[in-house]
Nanobody, 120 residues
Framework: VQLVESGGGSVQTGGSLTLSCAAS????????MSWYRQGPGKPRRELVA???????TISDDVKGRFTISRDYVKNTADLQMNSLNPEDTAVYYC???????????????WGQGTQVTVDS
């Protein structure tokens, strides 16, 4: 299984970007897809948004500005980011929890990350 992110780049404060994550490979069931980010100098990744059973959850830091959506046929998850500010500068990582169709053990998968830079 591979997760491939796209859509990162540089944008001015107040701008928008859409990140896309595509899962491919031997996939039976994706329970959850999420977006995490790790800002410069930050010790760990923080959860930005997650979606399970078509129910999104957005972190308080970006609520009202970011939305997450999934395409269950294409096995993709998009993160729409609006009103970006320099504090949103980070490497954004896609995450997926994937397992068998019968509900057995599930595995964590991560993408390679995509850089988002917001210029002031």
């Amino acid at each position: 299984v591979q997760l491939v992110e796209s859509g990162g780049g540089s944008v001015q404060t107040g701008g928008s970007l859409t990140l896309s994550c595509a899962a491919s490979g031997s996939i039976q069931r994706i329970t959850t897809m999420s977006w995490y980010r790790q800002g410069p100098g930050k010790p760990r990744r923080e959860l930005v948004a997650t979606i399970t059973d078509n129910e999104p959850t957005i972190s308080d830091d970006v609520k009202g500005r970011f939305t997450i959506s999934r395409d269950y046929v294409k096995n993709t998850a998009d993160l729409q980011m609006n009103s970006l500010n320099p504090e949103d500068t980070a490497v954004y990582y896609c995450y997926a929890l994937i397992g068998p169709i019968d509900g057995g053990y599930e595995y964590d998968y991560w993408g390679q990350g995509t850089q988002v830079t917001v210029d002031s």
